[in-house]
């Protein structure tokens, strides 16, 4: 054994030195800085209150930077105003997350606050308040609590529970999310936004975006937040009765079925417009008897993908509506500015221009625009885009003069352009075709390109599995696997892919329109041409999945 | 220690003997050990709950329990019972005229819980169903991915 | 001059090394780092443990309260979550040390010892996510699970061990306390005991062999290097604790998850795995690693002794560890800050 040690390394103590040095440094300045942050507000004591709401104790801190209920103090000063006054209400009694919300339990501004995200327990601050009135109380007309009982009112009035199901108010509509707790999970904030911007999340939301004011949207969120998942105003008696009923508010006693079952909300007639649904001011003449019937029993089935639920009505409000709708939404369309200019004409040339285009105007610019690049007012919350005229030559010159001539004669079924062949007369369609063509399209009407023919249809066709896996590669991204037209990047599209389960849309089409379609694409809208990928099995084996989509079962 | 080539046939039999029955001792102890790890499940969260009464299922339609996270189809004279707990992340999906739609993150699911697109990737799930005394019951847990259809035709009052 | 083994110590502890296993490079002291977080985990965790309560409307109120109005509260807090999060990546560079040098020749039982520890490590830093009950907790650990279960046969049956049932519920919470602060714990400290005590068995250090006959005492100068590893680290640890605050988000909202949810950073890899394919990315690909680097000492034909850094022999073998590892830390960074609203691809600016 080596009597001395060889090579001792003594960079180990320099080492062992300076970590000492650092670990101790630091443990000192962790508890110095700790101590001091430990030093709160208001001479250094905790408040800590236990109140009892409706029977749930409820433990808070938040008179320790608010003594009395007042504005927040720093450091040592002195509280200087207590809580306003909420007679008959005491603050001593209900605490104070109670009614502004927040986390009692946290002693940090930003955390006692509400945390940034949902914002589900954000604090509620002056008016905002009146979103908890009616945790406790129930809903009535309340001094105090004026914006949230008008925002009852406007969702009521603006049909918001036709969609949307909240506790309390019956039928309800569920074609929307149940709004019943919401106020539980989303903040004030959240809610509003939700209201003004509805396609922000989840990107294919079908909400529309109703026209309400700033302060409107306030009142209606102040509502919404309202609503709890323990609300205080009813005991477990109450519920379990069944007693527990947001009161109705019942239409004026000469309102007309229209505005009783507040169709107006959304469509309009005459005068009245509620600028999100189509026009219904000559539906009567448009759509027959039969197709009104049956729409409004399942609106989806007859065009699919509407946004319109189902509006529950007794037989005798049914009865009325289609009574009002036969017999008085009929036309013959009123352009009384136009029919003062015109004068004797003979059926040709001189000045269709003012007639046509008042026509256009009135029927419908509501849905193709003004500019016709089809981003009508509606636009955003029908099933189907509507054709562009602007922009898009291509399309109409490949299609014949005689299909565009139906499609305002009978309509296209299975979307939302309805038939106009009883509402307006034979001339007065050419005219607005003329129109078209001269205002928008912007090719001479009779000019039609040549359309290559279709591929054979071959004796034997494609093996069905074939024909998936060629669908699954090619379609689904755009019309999914359902066909249902929302593939993965249907939302990049616009117009969106078609959705090839609209049965009554597939119904009035020709197996030749479809080859046609998946050969050459449609001009204007994502669909690409597949004439050269495909051989002419494949592409008749396609047109036969295809159609599989819309006779499917039910 | 007795060497295992110089071991007689009597000391092997008592070994095996003494190894068989402390093994199957722990082996017995270890398996309830592990039920009782595993039964968290059986209970708390799964087991047969009362939904509605059978005669209030309208046909061809889907009725949503949101409490509950189901909703009951029925086909004709067959109910089954779906989940309404999204498969991507687990919210509730509402019931809308053509199926069904998750409004977190827009996953569209058709009327038998296909689904037709968004962010989720598997079908909705089932839950078991039977009748019991004129009411429809579910299994809260224990989803699977194929329906269970209870026949109605049997009459109400069956068990 | 080795004095005589006299306390516990001394017994862990060859009483003499080589010069060479004394340097820093040779093991970069990541196993005293590793040891030290783990002892502050501790320390803070027992601290901890006297004021949390696992129960789903409790858990949230004690976190603020610890966090807020506890004096030093938030201290231990960011103690713990520092050093939960350090000891992974530091049993991970510690790993990739040992593999990288060779220093698993002859030692498969303390590798496979070792391998276990990384396991329990991540399990307790999953647990322990979820006790906040805020709206990432939950989430992530949602996430979490439902990756566990695309695992064939096993997945289901972890994830009903883990969650208490089939998904996150009133069992959920107690369990994982109990795992995280009980069960777990436990079998580390039983482990790490076998780990360390195997090192000795298998002759100290791997970088010892071959070197000439010259060794020193290893009072002092063992003691001394490692507890200069140590205090550093926990010098390190408690400046980090002043700046950075273990996060704390709102209540977990069972119905309303964040768009997108996201499991715990180190798991956030096989997400992102998964979310290209489910199969390959959540059962193959993770199966594969772990085979890998459960079997490696034994394919390993080299004849290179441990303890030296990237021996030519060993070439093909690290360089497919690190091919592995940079592979799983692009998926994570991926994850972690490439991916938005339901996972698209984003860029972060």
């Not at chain 3, 790490?192 to 250090?205: E, F, T």
Request: hydrophobic share 45%.
């Amino acid at each position: 054994m080596n009597p001395t040690p060889v090579n001792e390394p003594l960079w180990i103590n320099r080492l062992l030195t300076a970590a000492a040095v650092l670990a101790c440094l630091a443990a000192l300045a962790v508890l110095f800085v700790g101590w001091e942050r430990g030093r709160h507000h208001h001479h250094g004591l905790i408040a800590d209150l236990t109140v009892n709401l409706g029977g749930r104790p409820q433990r808070e801190h938040c008179t320790t930077c608010h003594p009395g209920g007042g504005p927040a103090i720093a450091g040592e000063e002195h509280a200087r105003h207590g809580h306003p006054n909420i007679v008959p209400h005491s603050p001593e009694r209900l605490g104070c997350t109670g009614c502004h919300l927040g986390e009692g339990m946290a002693l940090d501004i930003q955390i006692s606050h509400g945390l940034p995200g949902l914002g589900a327990r954000t604090v509620l601050k002056g008016k905002e308040l009146q979103a908890s009135c009616f945790r406790c109380h129930e809903l009535r007309p309340l001094p105090g609590a004026e914006r949230a009982w008008n925002g009852y009112r406007l969702f009521l009035e603006k049909a918001c529970d036709t969609c949307h199901h909240v506790a309390g108010l019956g039928e309800g509509g569920r074609f929307g999310p149940d709004l019943s707790t919401i106020g539980s999970h989303l903040g004030l904030a959240q809610i509003e936004e939700a209201i003004r911007e509805p396609k922000k999340a989840p990107e294919n939301s079908i909400m529309p975006r109703f026209p309400l004011s700033g302060g409107q949207v306030t009142q209606l969120g102040t509502f919404l937040k309202s609503r709890v998942k323990d609300p205080l105003y009813a005991t477990p008696m109450q519920v379990q009765a069944g007693r527990v009923a947001l009161p109705p508010l019942p239409p004026a006693a000469d309102a007309g079925i229209l505005q009783r079952k507040k169709c107006l909300a959304c469509h309009q007639f005459g005068e009245e417009d509620g600028r999100i649904a189509p026009d219904l001011t000559y539906i009567g003449a448009q759509r027959s008897a039969d197709f009104l019937v049956e729409f409004l029993a399942n609106p989806a089935r007859l065009i699919p993908g509407a946004v319109m639920p189902t509006i529950p009505m007794s037989e005798e409000e049914r009865a009325q509506l289609l009574q009002l709708l036969t017999t008085e939404a009929v036309g013959p369309v009123s352009v009384h500015a136009a029919e003062e200019t015109e004068s004797g004409h003979d059926g040709h040339g001189e000045a269709p221009a003012p007639l046509a285009k008042h026509l256009y105007m009135a029927l419908c610019q509501r849905c193709h625009a003004a500019a016709g690049d089809g981003f009508g007012p509606i636009q955003p919350n029908l099933a189907g885009f509507p054709r562009s005229f602007k922009g898009n030559p291509e399309f109409f010159r490949r299609t014949e003069d005689e299909r565009l001539a139906k499609s305002i004669e009978n309509g296209i079924p299975g979307t939302s352009m309805p038939p106009y062949g009883r509402l307006l007369e034979l001339e007065n369609r050419e005219r607005l075709l003329d129109l078209l063509f001269d205002a928008f399209i912007g090719v001479p009407r009779h000019d039609k390109a040549e359309l290559p023919p279709l591929p054979t249809r071959p004796t034997v066709s494609l093996a069905p599995p074939k024909a998936d896996t060629l669908f699954g590669s090619l379609c689904v991204r755009c019309h999914g696997v359902a066909g249902t037209g929302t593939g993965p990047e249907h939302l990049q599209h616009l117009p969106r892919p078609r959705n090839l389960t609209n049965r009554p849309y597939f119904a009035a089409l020709s197996n030749e329109r479809i080859a046609r379609t998946v050969a050459d694409g449609i001009h204007g809208t994502a669909m690409p041409a597949f004439r050269e990928e495909l051989k002419s099995e494949e592409l008749w084996a396609l047109v036969q999945k295809v159609r599989t989509f819309s006779e499917g079962r039910e | 220690m007795t060497d295992r080539k110089t071991m007689n046939r009597r000391e092997w039999l008592r070994r095996l003997f003494l190894y068989g029955t402390i093994g199957t001792t722990f082996a017995a102890l270890g398996g309830i050990l592990i039920d009782v790890w595993l039964a968290a499940g059986r209970f708390s969260a799964a087991h047969w709950t009362d939904l509605a009464p059978l005669d209030l299922m309208p046909s061809d339609g889907a009725v949503p329990f949101p409490e509950k996270k189901v909703a009951v189809i029925r086909r004709g004279d067959r109910l089954a019972a779906l989940s309404l707990e999204c498969t991507h992340l687990g919210c509730l999906v509402n019931t809308v005229d053509q199926g069904f739609f998750c409004p977190c993150h827009g996953s569209q699911f058709g009327p038998l819980g296909e689904v037709w697109s968004g962010p989720a990737s598997r079908p909705l799930p089932w839950h078991a169903v039977r009748a019991r005394e004129g009411r429809l019951w579910i299994h809260t847990a224990g989803k699977r991915p194929a329906p269970e259809w209870l026949d109605l035709g049997a009459g109400p009052g069956r068990v | 001059m080795a004095r005589a083994q006299r306390n516990f110590l001394d017994h862990l502890h060859a009483p003499a090394v080589s010069p060479r296993a004394l340097h820093p490079l040779t093991t970069l002291g990541l196993g005293i780092a590793a040891l030290t977080c783990l002892g502050v985990l501790l320390v803070t965790g027992l601290t901890l443990f006297l004021y949390y309560v696992p129960e789903q409307q409790e858990a949230y109120e004690r976190i603020l309260h610890i966090t807020t109005t506890l004096h030093f509260g938030a201290l231990v807090r960011n103690l713990h979550f520092l050093a939960a999060n350090a000891l992974v990546i530091l049993a991970v560079l510690h790993l990739s040390r040992v593999f990288l040098t060779g220093s698993y020749r002859g030692r498969w039982l303390n590798w496979c010892y070792g391998l276990f520890l990384l396991l329990l490590i991540l399990a307790a830093n999953f647990t322990g996510y979820l006790l906040p009950w805020d709206q990432i907790s939950y989430w992530a650990i949602k996430v979490g699970s439902s990756l566990v279960g695309y695992y064939p046969l096993i997945g289901p049956v972890f994830q009903t061990f883990l969650l208490g049932g089939e998904e996150i519920g009133p069992e959920t919470l107690p369990r994982a306390f109990a795992l995280h602060a009980g069960a777990i714990p436990l079998s580390i400290l039983v482990l790490s005991a076998l780990h360390l005590w195997r090192i000795r068995k298998d002759g100290g250090l791997a970088a010892a062999s071959e070197e000439p006959d010259d060794k020193l005492p290893a009072a002092p100068w063992l003691y001394r290097a490692e507890g200069a590893v140590a205090l550093l680290t926990l010098a390190v640890l408690l400046v980090l604790a002043l700046f950075v605050d273990a996060p704390i988000y709102e209540r977990a909202d069972p119905l309303h998850p964040p768009n997108p949810a996201r499991a715990p950073w180190y798991f956030v890899g096989v997400q992102e795995m998964v979310s290209h394919s489910a199969f390959l990315g959540g059962v193959v690909a993770p199966t594969l690693i772990a085979l890998f680097l459960l079997l490696a000492p034994l394919l390993d034909r080299s004849h290179a002794p441990g303890g030296r850094w990237f021996t030519r022999e060993r070439g093909w073998l690290n360089l497919l560890f690190l091919a592995l590892l940079l592979s799983q830390l692009a998926c994570i960074v991926v994850g972690q800050w490439l991916r938005g609203s339901n996972w698209k691809f984003v860029l972060p600016f």
